[in-house]
């Protein structure tokens, strides 16, 4: 598994265990939202994070899409 894969796999555990979900709930939600590709593609600046700040940082991330859906 790449190092990004493996990335992935830790901020959805990650985010898993901050809200309380299953793995598949996650795993829905970062599809929905596209999350895995912003995971994938901005793993250099995300990898250095606290956990703690990376799952406000999807949060947000979360947020500001389901924005741009109801503009």
């Not at 795993?27 to 994938?40: K, M, P, R, T, W």
């Not at 901005?42 to 500001?64: K, M, P, Q, S």
Request: glycine letters at 6%; one cysteine or more.
């Amino acid at each position: 598994m790449s190092r990004e894969g493996a990335f992935l796999v830790y901020c959805i555990e990650a985010y898993k265990e901050a809200k309380e979900a299953t793995g598949r709930q996650v795993y829905d939600l970062f599809e929905q939202y596209g999350v895995i590709a912003y995971v994938l593609d901005c793993y250099e600046a995300l990898h250095t994070v606290g956990e703690r700040y990376l799952v406000d940082d999807i949060d947000r991330f979360i947020l500001n899409r389901k924005r741009e859906a109801l503009a």
